[in-house]
């Protein structure tokens, strides 16, 4: 396992050793013991959740305000641009955005610790994506940022025209009139 640290330093980019031959390929996708020992991390998963979602579709900015999740992401079909936003006031950091391109092919995965605003694009025709959470969903401590908020002018690549958004990323707030953590 390969792990590099983002322009975010806590998020961290995640490469699996794989192991492919004529007959397909094998990867762990998750040791809790190669995780902390490649991270320095100590985390305990308490949940797992699998989307699935059709070209130019873009899920997010997503994030709790308490029970804040960590996530570790990854795509299992299709491909898509991941994006986490830095939350925390006190973070040198604050405001500012990562971007990487996840996908069934890359089997690269990124972890986001809690006090990110997470999103993504479906660039291939469909897309599966799974991820592992720190903390249970909680709808009402929900908050979600716009995905074209001017101040954190995102660069969601290969996006022409309007994105497919459900109705609560269409409301999406204002970076600066956002919640964020201290």
Known sequence: MKITPCAIADVLLIEPKVFGDDRGFFFESYNQRTFREASGLRLDFVQDNHSRSARKVLRGLHYQIRQAQGKLVRVVAGEVFDVAVDLRRSSPTFGQWV???????????????????????????????????????????????????????????????????????????????????E
């Open 99 to 181: 971007g990487e391109f996840l996908s069934a092919d890359n089997k690269r995965q990124l972890w986001l610790p809690p006090g990110m605003a997470h999103g993504f694009v479906v660039l291939s025709e469909t897309a599966e994506f799974l991820y592992k959470t720190t903390d249970y969903y909680a709808p009402e401590h929900e908050r979600c940022i716009a995905w074209n908020d001017p101040t954190l002018a995102i660069k969601w690549p290969a996006l022409q025209g309007e994105p497919v958004l459900s109705g609560k990323d269409a409301r999406g707030q204002l970076f600066l009139q956002a919640e964020v953590f």
